[in-house]
């Protein structure tokens, strides 16, 4: 694509970073570059690793990911780490940050090929770098450590141990804070490695996963450059709408690179893979058609590699496995909606945001049609069998009661269990033989257990 707006190369000494163009830069140079950024932060990593194995031989060696952080390509990385670990600083004052902070905790495992992992840093309570740096409320720390352990973390530690008095970081909380060992924070920390050590038998065990989100650095980047059909579509967004419903269902979710082995997964759910190699475009199809059940939404299957559209009519590499076409993308403008219609009273309020999919049925089932506008009547949101398995397509991102009961319906079809009860703000994770069982909320909620459980905190039977 270089000839367009003359960005050709005619010799190597011509090649230079990306940079200010009166236009558009060449998004493939820009991918390039993406990758180019990666790897060499990759090789930076592995001389300092050659450098620490060199001089203290047999100790384990590690960097710090960041979660969804979009510079370096975590899947690429973690054959280089003896154990994978983050950092994690959701912001107390989001009253979704433990949905953030989970998809994290399930990221990192899942890079790591699902065996434990360390929590690096968390702040014990407030952090610096905010525009507003809220503290955790009281049981905050506790909750959202408590949660990486269930999701696969075998050690918990806190940056920092004591508060700085000076610098730039002196108002960024620590283990022991300004106010001394009389404080909340001080002893939410103590009652905190006495529950640790209470778990202890937890350690080494592994979270099984019935779900897993697609998930690939260069597809961030492909996706989010400049000249596509939305500036408002952002993946992390769209993967947070899918994730949320399956947290809030109590389903394990791993995040699994498009071609990794997906066999041992009921669901696979593709949220936004608008750059996907043939390799990762056949994976699904073959996942599907031996019998499981996947869910694609708007805006996947687009480019390859080299962020070339595939064409013949979108998605090109899972037409028949979704049993339509697509002529023509019609992203929503900004902050609009268009209205979604479907059986049941359920869907009297459904509402479709920030894209909507020129859809043509070639086999499949519409779920929900738009309901006005040019695309008024046509379907929205489609169900196709396929082989042995079944394949949901999403022409737009439905509001949240709508998307929780189509990923509900996709999790039921693929025989993924369920919890129907689940209170919102609680999450249960099964981590190994044991449940861990997690309030985000400020009120006391009950849960019907069934039969009785040894309750490893209080030593009491809880059912």
């Not at 994690?88 to 890079?111: G, Q």
């Not at 049981?139 to 730039?168: C, E, I, K, M, P």
């Not at 009547?377 to 489609?382: E, I, L």
Request: net charge negative.
């Amino acid at each position: 694509g270089g000839a367009v707006w003359s960005q050709d190369y005619t010799s190597w000494d011509q090649i230079q970073p990306p940079r200010t163009a009166p236009t558009f830069g060449n998004p493939a140079q820009h991918l390039d570059f993406a990758r180019f950024s990666s790897d060499e932060l990759l090789a930076c990593y592995t001389a300092e690793r050659e450098v620490l194995a060199a001089h203290s031989p047999g100790k384990p060696v590690t960097t710090n990911f960041m979660g969804l952080f979009p510079a370096v390509d975590q899947f690429r990385w973690s054959d280089g780490l003896d154990v994978v670990s983050v950092d994690n600083y959701p912001d107390p004052a989001d009253a979704e940050a433990h949905v953030f902070s989970a998809m994290a905790c399930d990221l990192t495992r899942s890079v790591g090929g699902g065996r434990p992992w360390l929590l690096m840093e968390q702040a014990p309570s407030a952090v610096n770098w905010r525009a507003v740096n809220a503290p955790k409320a009281p049981g905050q720390y506790r909750a959202l450590s408590l949660q990486a352990v269930a999701r696969g973390a075998d050690a918990v530690l806190s940056f920092q141990w004591r508060a700085a008095a000076t610098g730039a970081e002196k108002f960024h909380s620590g283990m022991v804070p300004h106010a001394g060992t009389d404080s909340r924070v001080w002893r939410e920390v103590v009652d905190l490695g006495a529950e640790l050590r209470r778990l202890a038998p937890v350690a080494g065990h592994r979270v099984p996963a019935e779900a897993a989100l697609l998930f690939d650095w260069e597809n961030w980047w492909g996706l989010e450059f400049e000249s596509h059909p939305s500036s408002s579509l952002h993946l992390t967004d769209v993967v947070g709408e899918l994730y949320r419903p399956l947290l809030q269902a109590g389903v394990s979710a791993d995040f699994a690179h498009p071609e990794s082995d997906l066999s041992g997964y009921r669901l696979v759910l593709v949220p936004a893979l608008y750059l996907v190699t043939d390799a990762g475009a056949e994976n699904v199809r073959r996942f599907v058609a031996d019998g499981g059940t996947a869910l694609i939404t708007f805006f996947s299957g687009i480019v390859d590699p080299q962020d070339r559209v595939r064409l013949g009519g979108y998605p090109a590499p899972w037409r028949d496995l979704l049993g339509l076409r697509i002529e023509e993308l019609a992203p929503l403008p900004q902050g609009a909606s268009v209205r979604l219609e479907g059986p049941g009273p359920e869907a009297a309020d459904a509402v479709g945001r920030l894209w909507q999919d020129d859809i043509e049925l070639r086999g499949a089932d519409p779920l929900l049609t738009f309901g006005g506008g040019h695309l008024d009547g046509q379907a929205a949101v489609t169900r196709h069998e396929h082989g042995g398995g079944t394949a949901f397509y999403l022409g737009t991102l439905p509001d949240r009661a709508t998307l929780g009961r189509l990923v509900g319906q996709a999790c039921q079809d693929a025989g993924a269990t369920l919890w129907t009860d689940l209170p919102p703000g609680v999450e249960a994770v099964r981590r190994g033989g044991y449940l861990f069982l997690i309030s985000h909320l400020d009120h006391a909620v009950e849960l019907d257990l069934g039969a009785k459980r040894l309750d490893l905190l209080t030593g009491a039977r809880v059912g």
